[in-house]
């Protein structure tokens, strides 16, 4: 069940992780025996790190790749930003 009693849904949010080097995003099924379903990263190029619009214009665009190749359920998602 969820926090918000009108957003209801049987697939558990996405968390994704919005780092310096890296996105991480991960998928995990409460229940008895937790269950993965989707895991996946994505490495930021050294070169535009230290650029937050480059940075930012990357994750972007390459985000929604990232969740379709990581087979991720539902459209919900939990962010952790720096």
Do not use: H, W
Request: glycine share 8%; charged share 15%.
């Amino acid at each position: 069940m969820s926090m918000l009693g009108f957003l209801k849904s049987n697939t558990a949010p996405i968390a994704i992780d919005f780092g310096y080097s890296t996105v991480k995003v991960l998928q995990v099924q409460p229940g008895e025996s937790m269950e993965l379903l989707g895991a996946a990263m994505l490495e930021i190029p050294a070169l535009i790190r230290a650029n937050p619009a480059e940075r930012l214009l990357f994750m972007q665009e390459s985000l929604p790749k990232l969740l379709q190749d990581g087979c991720f359920k539902g459209k919900m998602a939990s962010c952790s930003i720096p």
